[in-house]
Structure formats: C-alpha cells, structure tokens
C-alpha cells in the first residue's frame, strides 16, 4: 500500500468520524413558566409570599437551631442518601466503561511451549521433522475501533446522562429527605404540645373532681356530678399513654432517618418544647426556575437524553465498522535468539466487519430504543405536571391552614373563658355541673383541634418548600 493510499484513507476515515447515528438530544420544553406561584383568592390574606429565590436550606426559615443541626446530621447520617452517593460512584464507572471505547488497547503476552508433529501427520509426510524442540515468543498487541458512525460516542453521551440523572437522583432523595426530618421533627414538637394538653386538661379534671367531690359533702352536689366528673378525669388520663407512645415512636423514626439506633435522640428531645414560630415571609422563587430546581425533573430530563443517545448506538449497529489491529513480536526456537532482530514477527492492517444478516436483531433493538425514548418522554411530561400539581396542592393547603389557625385560635381563647366563667359560676352555686363540663369538654375538644392545626401548618410549609425542590443547591452542581 503507498503513501497515496494511506494518506486517502486516512483522509477518509477522519471525514467519516464526523458522522454521528441517531437524533441529537434537544432539552424539552416544560411549561412551567406559566404555573402560577401563588394560593387561590379563596382564603384570607395570610403570610406574605415573596417571589425571592427558594432557600436551599428552608428549614433555616423556623429559626430553630435543633431542627437545623438534625437536618446536618441527617445529611451526614442517613443510610438511603449513602447509597445513593454509592450509585453515583456507579454512574462514573459506567461512564469510564463507555469512554474507553474510543480509546486504542494495547496488550501484550509472552509464552513458551514444547510441541512436537506428528510422525504421521501431513507435515511430517512433507519432510518437516517431528522432534520435540521449543517455540519461544514475545508480542504486542494493538487495537483501534474506528468511530465511523457515533457508535462509542453516542455510548458515552448516554452514560453521562445516565450519570447525571444519578446525581439529580441523589438531590431528590436529598429533599425527600429533608423534608420527612422536617415533617417528623414538627410532628414531634406537636405530638409534646398534645401531651402537655392533656396533662393540662388532666390537671383541670383533677381540680373540678376536688370541688365535686367537696360539694357532695356539704350536700350541694349530687353522686351523678361526682361520678361524671371521675369518668372525665379517667377519660383525661386514658389518651395520655397513647400520645407517649406516638412521642416516643416520632424520636424512634427521627433516629432513623440520621442512621442511628433506636432511643437515640431520648435524652436531646425529649424534653418537651413549643413549635417553631413560623416565618415571617415565604420565599417561593419564579415559576420559571422551577424546572431547575426540582431534582426530579432533571432526572427525567437526563433519563430521557440517555434514551435519545440509545438510539443512535442501535442505529450504528447497523453500518459497518473499521478497525485498525496490529501485532509486533519476537519468537524463535531457541529463547537465546528472541535477542536477535531477525526474530521479529509484525501485522498490520484495517478489518472491517459488516453485518448481513441478524435474524431481525438490530431492527428490534432499534424499535426497541425508539419506544423507550417515547417512553421517557412521557415520562418527563408526567414529572413536569405531577410537579406542576404537587405545587400548586401545596399553596393551596398553606393559605386554608393558615385561615384555619386563626379561627381555631380565636375559638381557643373563648372556651378558655367559657370555662373559667362555668366554674366560677359552678362555685359559686349560680350554674350547674353541666355546663363545667360541657365547657371542660369543649376546651379539650378546641385545644386538641388548635394542636392539630399549627403542626399541619407548619407541616403544610414543609411540604410546600418539598414541592418546590427546597433541600439543596442547584448551584452547587457535581464534579464528574
């Protein structure tokens, strides 16, 4: 072959590694700039929301310092999280597989052997001799496939999406995370806030039993009144154990979630406390960027460009392809003599490899690859609206708790007086048992219901800033 040969083909075959199978990846389009980042004009104007970006930490917003050192421990700690570090780590080996497709492989090898022909073998009928001897020998082996048609290239394109919808899958499982230590941590301090009703309500039973009871021995009382006011402290008592069972089966999940052993977190949170206060103001960024921030959807964007890559790989199978081997070595019959240059042995040369027939291989796993880049299509519109609904759910159940608070709020202060007022009028003789208890029960029913509603408002906020993709940093990107 001359220089002009070679020169052609080389010239050929760079021209040749400009073609790429298949479609190229072109990011879709998700709409979300026309969500509207705002409750409906059903409910009263509550805290104000902003259109400032979404914190990545949101928790820093209900400025306490032990929901914010659990949620650094929960990053450190958690074992879910790990293993999707782990994955990650995965995706890059993937990627270092692909990637090495389109780089040349060398090798080399060395043996020795004794052989020996056959006496009555065709060489041996030819005059070869059929003594023993040894073969020495010593190669280099190289080879190159050339990329003629994407097929490595589009192989490495999907394995980098691929490792990139691993990472967006670690930021996502970083926000679910987030927001269940959130969820389980106000559970808790509501689950406290509960109890220490019921104790307060236990010692307000305890003290309408005593002035029962002491009514009945100057005769003013009947045994009903002393026996219903008893009923009332024992029904008081009865849902204590239950609420310390759900405190201490919320620290349990708490220590979980940051990795730990059961009763973990007894002696720290134990301790009874208030709910955070709740912001002043709620961030919740432009519709626009909502897109980039939820983990999710870039992991379905990044899942969808890896099955846009599959299809060129499949695309490629069908075209030929080139690839240049070569072999350079030394053998002898003597090892002595592998030292002398007339000992070399070398090869080099294109092979090319087409395919003819495959039985309708290559055509299936064309459509094969076409159906799931439909299918991650769908996939991305789905996590787009699911998104755009989960949002949206979210203002919808911040504005209604809060216009809920306020009402449960003013009914709590007005039994508070109700009662004060019925057993005043109780000691007094001017009303009857009765109306304690109606007032008592009335008291405990609206406390019950004003716990229930801060913690689902403060619930409600967490899982708003969950469906906003609050829980980590978009900015902060990942070194590959």
């Given at each position: 072959m001359d220089t002009l040969t070679l020169a052609g083909a080389a010239l050929c075959t760079l021209l040749l590694s400009g073609c790429v199978a298949g479609p190229d990846f072109v990011k879709p389009e998700s709409g979300l700039g026309e969500a509207v980042l705002a409750p409906r004009p059903d409910y009263a104007a509550g805290v104000p929301a902003t259109d400032a970006a979404v914190p990545a930490q949101w928790w820093v917003l209900f400025n306490d310092p032990v929901l914010t050192d659990l949620q650094v421990r929960a990053q450190a700690g958690n074992l879910d999280l790990k293993m999707a570090m782990e994955r990650i780590e995965q995706g890059r080996a993937q990627l270092g597989i692909a990637s090495a497709q389109l780089l040349p492989t060398v090798a080399a090898g060395a043996g020795v052997a004794r052989e020996a022909l056959s006496e009555h073998g065709k060489f041996?009928?030819?005059?070869?001799?059929?003594?023993?001897?040894?073969?020495?020998?010593?190669?280099?082996?190289?080879?190159?496939?050339?990329?003629?048609?994407?097929?490595?290239?589009?192989?490495?394109?999907?394995?980098?999406?691929?490792?990139?919808?691993?990472?967006?899958?670690?930021?996502?499982?970083?926000?679910?995370?987030?927001?269940?230590?959130?969820?389980?941590?106000l559970q808790l301090r509501g689950t406290q806030a509960q109890l220490a009703n019921a104790r307060e309500n236990q010692a307000v039973a305890e003290r309408i039993l005593g002035l029962t009871e002491s009514r009945r021995r100057n005769g003013v009382a009947t045994g009903?009144?002393?026996?219903?006011?008893?009923?009332?402290?024992?029904?008081?008592?009865?849902?204590?154990?239950?609420?310390?069972?759900?405190?201490?089966?919320?620290?349990?999940?708490?220590?979980?979630?940051?990795?730990?052993?059961?009763?973990?977190?007894?002696?720290?949170?134990?301790?009874?406390?208030?709910?955070?206060?709740?912001?002043?103001?709620?961030?919740?960024?432009?519709?626009?960027?909502?897109?980039?921030?939820?983990?999710?959807?870039?992991?379905?964007?990044?899942?969808?460009?890896?099955?846009?890559?599959?299809?060129?790989?499949?695309?490629?199978?069908?075209?030929?392809?080139?690839?240049?081997?070569?072999?350079?070595?030394?053998?002898?019959?003597?090892?002595?003599?592998?030292?002398?240059?007339?000992?070399?042995?070398?090869?080099?040369?294109?092979?090319?490899?087409?395919?003819?027939?495959?039985?309708?291989?290559?055509?299936?796993?064309?459509?094969?690859?076409?159906?799931?880049?439909?299918?991650?299509?769908?996939?991305?519109?789905?996590?787009?609206?699911?998104?755009?609904?989960?949002?949206?759910?979210?203002?919808?159940?911040?504005?209604?708790?809060?216009?809920?608070?306020?009402?449960?709020?003013?009914?709590?202060?007005?039994?508070?007086?109700?009662?004060?007022?019925?057993e005043r009028g109780y000691r007094d003789g001017a009303a009857d048992y009765l109306a304690v208890l109606t007032a008592q029960r009335n008291l405990l029913a609206g406390q019950s219901a004003l716990n229930d509603s801060t913690t689902g408002l403060t619930l409600a906020l967490v899982n708003l800033y969950k469906s906003l993709g609050g829980g980590w940093d978009p900015q902060a990107g990942d070194a590959r």
């Amino acid at each position: 072959m001359d220089t002009l040969t070679l020169a052609g083909a080389a010239l050929c075959t760079l021209l040749l590694s400009g073609c790429v199978a298949g479609p190229d990846f072109v990011k879709p389009e998700s709409g979300l700039g026309e969500a509207v980042l705002a409750p409906r004009p059903d409910y009263a104007a509550g805290v104000p929301a902003t259109d400032a970006a979404v914190p990545a930490q949101w928790w820093v917003l209900f400025n306490d310092p032990v929901l914010t050192d659990l949620q650094v421990r929960a990053q450190a700690g958690n074992l879910d999280l790990k293993m999707a570090m782990e994955r990650i780590e995965q995706g890059r080996a993937q990627l270092g597989i692909a990637s090495a497709q389109l780089l040349p492989t060398v090798a080399a090898g060395a043996g020795v052997a004794r052989e020996a022909l056959s006496e009555h073998g065709k060489f041996a009928a030819l005059g070869a001799p059929s003594s023993p001897s040894d073969f020495w020998q010593v190669a280099f082996d190289a080879g190159w496939e050339i990329d003629l048609w994407g097929r490595a290239r589009r192989a490495r394109e999907g394995a980098a999406a691929a490792l990139e919808a691993t990472v967006a899958e670690r930021e996502a499982a970083r926000v679910a995370l987030a927001a269940e230590v959130g969820r389980t941590y106000l559970q808790l301090r509501g689950t406290q806030a509960q109890l220490a009703n019921a104790r307060e309500n236990q010692a307000v039973a305890e003290r309408i039993l005593g002035l029962t009871e002491s009514r009945r021995r100057n005769g003013v009382a009947t045994g009903f009144e002393a026996a219903t006011a008893r009923a009332q402290l024992a029904t008081t008592r009865g849902g204590i154990p239950k609420l310390v069972e759900r405190r201490n089966g919320l620290l349990n999940a708490l220590a979980l979630l940051l990795g730990d052993k059961p009763r973990a977190l007894d002696t720290t949170l134990g301790e009874a406390r208030s709910l955070p206060p709740l912001p002043a103001g709620v961030p919740l960024g432009l519709p626009s960027a909502l897109a980039r921030r939820r983990p999710d959807i870039l992991r379905a964007e990044a899942q969808l460009h890896a099955a846009t890559a599959a299809i060129g790989v499949a695309k490629a199978d069908f075209y030929p392809r080139l690839a240049l081997k070569g072999r350079f070595g030394l053998e002898a019959f003597d090892g002595g003599d592998l030292a002398s240059w007339d000992s070399r042995f070398f090869s080099v040369g294109p092979t090319v490899y087409l395919p003819i027939f495959e039985g309708g291989r290559l055509t299936q796993r064309l459509a094969l690859s076409e159906s799931g880049q439909k299918t991650a299509a769908l996939a991305y519109r789905k996590t787009v609206l699911q998104a755009w609904h989960e949002v949206d759910n979210a203002l919808d159940a911040w504005a209604a708790g809060q216009a809920q608070h306020a009402a449960l709020a003013e009914a709590d202060a007005q039994n508070r007086q109700a009662l004060h007022v019925a057993e005043r009028g109780y000691r007094d003789g001017a009303a009857d048992y009765l109306a304690v208890l109606t007032a008592q029960r009335n008291l405990l029913a609206g406390q019950s219901a004003l716990n229930d509603s801060t913690t689902g408002l403060t619930l409600a906020l967490v899982n708003l800033y969950k469906s906003l993709g609050g829980g980590w940093d978009p900015q902060a990107g990942d070194a590959r």
